[in-house]
């Protein structure tokens, strides 16, 4: 009785102890922020911390948060602890990346008590301001006591930090009663998970997290496990598609600098702010299923498997292998499974829809169907299934078409399942042959009859192929045949740009009531194209206008062009040695043709870009590639010129012998028409004006301000953040954001003002009103609708917009300083 005395005497002398001196603990530095790793499932990398306070007192020694924590409360002084959090968590980021380091967002504890006590998200925000870092880098965590304490406090605040741009966490969650009401009436980012799951890590706790997991993720909820202490429990957790994971296996709570220190000797990657969004969709695609199911990262060409389940490996590999192993044998070696899959991998990315490929390996039928689900800076994310058709239970049921593939596959190059009456076609062999870029909404039957013909029939042949693939009479010329299909022989385009005869063939599918049909592609025997070739060039001279008996007319026809036109003419060899150019190409460059006879471009040394120009001139020479509108830079006499060149390749027969083309010198192009049009004067990005555009305009509203006295006022604004959401997130993305802010804009100002971008988030308005009133309620809307702008493509920011504007009539306003008067107010 004595010792449960003595305890409860020290714990409430300490206790009196922190309430009396919280505010001096705050001060003086006694209280300290340790951070927690939190490390993504799919790819080891740290994606964030948890922020918790340490109590080392000069008199009390080191205190645990269940030593303070629960006095704080008592004496309704936590807010005074968490407000201090807040602030010392956003200095700790801010520190970081300003001076160019590893920063990773942070997630921090609120309690009931801090609502009630004070703005909370104004605190928040207060700190963000001051510290200038994006609200991404903070995440809020509340519990569910905390709710069911107060539910209508909690409703209003969890949705005030939502839309303001903060992700809200549900704490602890599962360790109270009511956690699927509380799931049901708010939304939440994250839930994590009770850490009590994974201290008594038995089957019945196992069971409780997997359908956890899988719900969260039905209503679109990330999922974070506390208390990881093992590796079983890590390989548990990812395999059941947990997305975060935290615990003592990765790290105890520790200061800031040897929280990173740790993360480096350990060896854990950190994951960059610009692929956060990425690997948060990776993670929550990734599930427990009994389907097959595999998770692929393309990074630049360099793939490696995030997530692969039991089933899919047994259905891929016939056994269950390790990561390592599946990378090694998929992506790292010569396997006919790794040529098929990165064919397969081409077709989904060019797609962007779900694709289905069937191939075989070792005997077995394999039906293989994926699609992207994410993409960032040429790195994709794809998401697959796999089904060994062979192997399948109820192959009794698919026989009819399943074992036939496997002859067809060697009979035909391509075979394709069509179906004119409803116009749909899907692949079933060699796919990937002919059916490249397919269109964004989908395949249909006649598009794709349309295309194959534009980019793969030779042109003297499209007449007969018009009239071989007329779908409306299909179904009559089969049956008519006696045989059960029809075909005929065309002049197909290959990978290597040149032509070879292929057989092609409608098929009737017994048993569809002759509404469906196999679309087939088959080689012909080695002497047909040598006997073919002979027959008929690619295209017929009579559909442009030239007879044969015309050649002289032809050759006086083309010296003519070669003389007189003004675009730069050239002509190549097989090995791109040049064999000819016009006069424009000649004086152009200050050449005459012996300077360039017999050399290729890397001989002459023309162009900044060399490698690009070369690879477009094979491409051209090895696969009938035809380059139209590149846009390059060379050097003529010491001045960059910018040029637009076309290059296509020069048949004979069949066969490619060289290459022709020409070029036009865009400043040359642009000043001839700038003597008949104005220069185009919309900026590219945002369809708002551009520079030149908004002077021009500019002219006209200083005019009408001194000829019909029409006031006028000038509003330029600019997002200060420009620089970094750049440096985060890349080029493409900044466009898209700059298109973005354009479109809110014109949205704001509703034709009432000339729009233009002038340079990066810079953006310039011109208003006809002499009411400064006006223009301020202007100005605080376009502020207003920018800085809204907190997430694009899942990815999120904070923008910060610095405005100013000034009248026409204002006394320091000329025609001269307007513009910078108000740039300066910016700057300022």
């Keep these: 009785m004595s010792l449960v005395s003595d305890n409860s005497q020290e714990r409430q002398k300490i206790a009196d102890y922190v309430v009396a001196n919280i505010e001096k603990a705050l001060e003086n530095g006694w209280v300290k922020v340790y951070y927690q790793p939190v490390v993504r499932a799919l790819t080891g990398q740290l994606c964030g911390a948890e922020s918790l306070a340490r109590w080392i007192d000069p008199e009390m020694g080191f205190l645990s948060p269940d030593k303070f924590i629960g006095a704080l409360e008592e004496s309704r002084q936590i807010h005074k602890l968490d407000c201090w959090i807040v602030k010392k968590v956003c200095s700790d980021i801010s520190e970081r990346i300003h001076n160019g380091l590893d920063a990773v967002p942070v997630s921090i504890n609120f309690s009931r008590l801090d609502l009630e006590a004070t703005d909370m998200l104004k605190v928040l925000e207060d700190a963000v301001d001051e510290y200038d870092i ?103 957790l990812k395999n059941i598609g947990c997305g975060r994971l935290q615990g003592y296996y990765y790290g105890k709570p520790m200061p800031i600098n040897d929280f990173f220190d740790h993360i480096k000797e350990s060896k854990i990657e950190i994951e960059k702010r610009q692929w956060r969004h990425f690997y948060d969709v990776a993670s929550f695609h990734a599930r427990r299923t009994d389907e097959p199911l595999a998770i692929f990262e393309d990074n630049n060409g360099v793939f490696r498997t995030l997530f692969m389940n039991e089933v899919y490996k047994t259905q891929a590999f016939g056994s269950s292998y390790d990561m390592e192993t599946i990378d090694a044998k998929v992506f790292h070696s010569r396997s ?115 295309k194959f013909k534009k980019d793969y029939i030779a042109l003297a042949d499209e007449k007969k192929f018009d009239v071989f693939c007329d779908l409306s009479t299909l179904a009559s010329r089969v049956q008519s045949s006696f045989k059960g299909y029809v075909e005929n022989m065309f002049r197909i385009k290959q990978v290597d740009g040149n032509y070879e005869w292929k057989g092609l063939s409608f098929m009737l599918i017994p048993g569809t009531e002759g509404k469906e049909f196999l679309m087939c592609t088959k080689s012909t025997p080695d002497d047909t194209h040598s006997i073919l070739n002979k027959i008929q060039e690619l295209y017929n001279r009579e559909d442009y206008g030239l007879k044969s008996d015309n050649s002289q007319m032809y050759a006086k026809m083309w010296e003519n062009t070669v003389i007189a036109s003004h675009l730069k003419f050239f002509w190549k060899d097989k090995n791109r040695k040049f064999m000819g150019a016009s006069k424009a190409f000649l004086d152009f460059y200050g050449f005459t043709i012996d300077d360039i006879l017999g050399k290729d471009d890397e001989d002459m040394g023309w162009h900044i870009d060399g490698k690009a120009y070369r690879d477009d001139e094979i491409a051209v020479l090895t696969n009938g590639a035809v380059i139209s509108g590149v846009p390059g830079y060379c050097i003529v006499k010491g001045v960059v010129h910018n040029i637009i060149c076309f290059k296509t390749p020069i048949y004979d027969g069949n066969e490619i012998i060289g290459l022709m083309g020409y070029f036009f010198d865009v400043d040359e192009e642009m000043a001839r028409i700038d003597k008949l049009y104005n220069v185009k004067r919309t900026d590219t990005i945002t369809g708002c004006m551009n520079k030149k555009g908004f002077l021009d305009v500019l002219i006209d509203y200083s005019q009408n301000y001194h000829n019909l006295g029409r006031d006028y006022a000038l509003i330029i604004l600019r997002n200060m953040k420009h620089a970094r959401v750049m440096a985060d997130y890349g080029e493409d993305f900044i466009e898209k954001l700059l298109h973005r802010m354009g479109q809110e804009i014109l949205k704001v100002t509703k034709d009432k003002c000339a729009v233009a971008r002038m340079i990066q988030s810079e953006f310039a308005l011109l208003l006809y009103t002499d009411k400064q009133s006006e223009v301020d309620e202007l100005c605080s809307q376009l502020k207003e609708a920018i800085e809204s702008i907190r997430e694009l493509d899942g990815n999120k920011m904070t923008l910060k917009v610095s405005i100013s504007a000034m009248l026409r009539s204002d006394k320091e306003a000329t025609d001269e300083n307007m513009y910078h008067k108000v740039l300066e107010r910016i700057q300022q």
């Design 336 to 450: 006919s499974f790794n040529a098929q899959l990165m064919k397969f991998v081409d077709t989904v990315k060019q797609s962007k829809n779900l694709e289905t490929f069937y191939f075989t390996v070792d005997g077995s039928i394999l039906c293989l169907k994926g699609k992207e689900i994410a993409e960032n800076s040429g790195s994709h994310i794809y998401i697959s299934s796999i089904r060994n058709i062979s192997a399948d239970s109820n192959i009794e049921k698919s026989n009819s078409l399943a074992f036939r593939l496997k002859e067809i596959n060697h009979m035909f190059d391509t075979v394709a399942q069509i179906n004119p009456s409803n116009n749909t076609i899907i692949p079933l062999v060699g796919k990937f042959r002919y059916m490249r870029n397919i269109p964004t909404d989908g395949m249909r039957l006649n598009s794709y009859v349309q």
């Design 134 to 236: 994006p609200r991404d880098y903070i995440h809020v965590e509340i519990t569910e006591s905390m709710i069911v304490s107060d539910a209508e406090l909690m409703s209003g605040m969890i949705e005030r930090f939502r839309s303001t741009g903060y992700e809200v966490w549900m704490d602890d969650f599962g360790s109270g009663y009511s956690s699927l009401t509380v799931l049901k009436d708010y939304h939440f980012d994250t839930l994590k998970l009770d850490m009590s799951f994974l201290r008594s890590f038995d089957d019945k706790s196992k069971a409780i997290i997997t359908s956890t997991v899988i719900m969260a993720k039905e209503i679109d909820i990330m999922t974070l496990a506390e208390g990881v202490e093992t590796q079983e429990q890590v390989e548990f």
